[in-house]
């Protein structure tokens, strides 16, 4: 249980910087100081209704009759000055070293998504700072071959046993897509997988490329459903040796190549390509390096869908500039790109178009919310394996806050599908029968 140790040390060694940081204890002037300055703030909240509890004293903001509504319980005070000098970072840390609580994290979070202008100005208060720390962080967590599997590692070689507790049977994790007839999440785990097929129009004949393995749901899928070969790729270990075993289990060796390798140095030709949900992992710096190898992979008459978080074009450039609560404790290295930034790089980095976008964004919210439940229902087995509770709040905050983002559409999810000059669909080549 390596991981674990590793991942607890992690968290310990956070906690005892920040409360370091408060060793010089606060007069109760200074915390009120920086309870008033928030308070001033939160007085301008819209569309919402926030109330703070602490001890004895209740006080709310907002508007009344707002439909969203959220609370916070104070348990240390010393959460006003995490907020003031770490923002919605320091509001992170704060709830991970267990200083407040909330009835419902997400709806808190869609407050704080919806009010984001207003809560900015906490954070202006000391940019400077984050800027230096900012720009540190971006540096160790660079994307290059040393750096992509140093990113990985951190995030998905935590323990198999911990997603298995909480993702479908197939072991996906990126969003559902649900409809009507698929109101779990296997069902709808499922039914993405059928749709991305038939997006890609895919084909018995066709050889697929799939950059980012996962636990190897997809490319199995593809194998027993479609039945093409699928050569497919992944720099976790955790997650290799997990596909390599479902591989065998099912007894697709033939009909699946497992490689352990960067995007960077993969070689060959291939009828498809799909990725979903890596190009997050990519880095902006290398979006060329990774379009142009995604070009490079196809066939002239080849087929990509790439399945990608996505930031509005407008927040991209301020995004991308500053490190938030995910990259700094979720995803190191992650960057979200924006549709523009991806549409910017297929058109000036590869000979392809861009066929089609389709917006799932929501499918996310329900699906982080079936994952949310499952960790919850499964934290006494996971404490029994040695999940410790400051773990448990940083992955409630983390799935909490990811569901609030998708449901205020500050994030969002696209299916963006592109096309070599030369590919032909069945029905464009039934066009050309004359």
């Known amino acids: ?168 049977p197939s072991m996906l994790y990126s969003s559902a897509i649900y409809s009507q007839e698929t109101a779990d999440l296997a069902a709808a785990q499922q039914y993405k997988m059928q749709l991305i097929c038939q997006r890609l129009e895919l084909q018995p004949t066709d050889s697929v490329i799939e950059i980012g393995t996962g636990w190897g749901g997809l490319a199995i899928y593809m194998a027993q459903h479609i039945g093409c070969h699928v050569t497919t790729t992944t720099i976790s270990d955790a997650q290799f040796d997990y596909a390599q075993q479902q591989v065998k289990q099912w007894g697709l060796e033939d009909k699946i190549t497992l490689l352990k390798q960067d995007y960077r140095l993969l070689e060959g030709q291939y009828d498809k390509l799909v990725s979903i949900e890596m190009i997050e992992a990519v880095g902006h710096e290398y979006l060329p390096t990774f379009f142009t190898q995604c070009s490079q992979l196809l066939k002239p008459s080849g087929k990509m869908l790439l399945q990608s978080i996505t930031i509005a074009d407008s927040r991209y450039h301020q995004y991308r500039q500053n490190v938030d609560f995910i990259q700094k404790y979720i995803f190191p290295g992650g960057c979200l790109p924006s549709i523009a930034e991806m549409s910017k790089h297929i058109a000036t980095s590869t000979d392809m178009v861009v066929d089609e976008i389709q917006d799932i964004g929501l499918h996310y919210a329900r699906t982080l919310n079936d994952w949310n439940q499952a960790f919850q229902s499964s934290w006494s087995e996971l404490e029994q394996l040695g999940y410790k509770q400051e773990f448990k709040r940083l992955w409630q905050f983390y799935l909490c806050y990811c569901e609030g983002a998708f449901m205020e559409r500050v994030i969002s999810t696209h299916h963006v599908m592109a096309r070599k000059p030369r590919y032909m669909s069945p029905n464009d080549a039934s066009i050309l029968d004359y």
Request: proline content about 1%; hydrophobic content about 35%.
């Open 1 to 168: 249980m390596d991981h674990l140790a590793k991942q607890s040390n992690a968290l310990n060694s956070e906690a005892s910087l920040r409360s370091g940081s408060l060793s010089a204890s606060l007069s109760n002037q200074d915390h009120q100081q920086y309870r008033q300055l928030i308070f001033s703030i939160l007085t301008h909240l819209t569309d919402s209704q926030l109330t703070i509890v602490e001890g004895k004293h209740r006080r709310i903001f907002g508007e009344d009759n707002a439909p969203l509504k959220g609370q916070i319980t104070i348990h240390d005070s010393s959460f006003f000055k995490d907020m003031i000098f770490n923002g919605s970072i320091g509001a992170a840390e704060a709830y991970i070293d267990a200083k407040w609580s909330s009835p419902n994290l997400t709806a808190l979070i869609q407050i704080m998504a919806r009010n984001q202008t207003q809560l900015d100005q906490i954070e202006s208060k000391t940019r400077w700072i984050s800027s230096i720390k900012n720009w540190w962080l971006r540096r160790q967590n660079l994307n290059s071959e040393t750096g992509s599997k140093r990113n990985i590692l951190a995030h998905y070689d935590i323990g198999n046993e911990l997603y298995q507790r909480f993702l479908d």
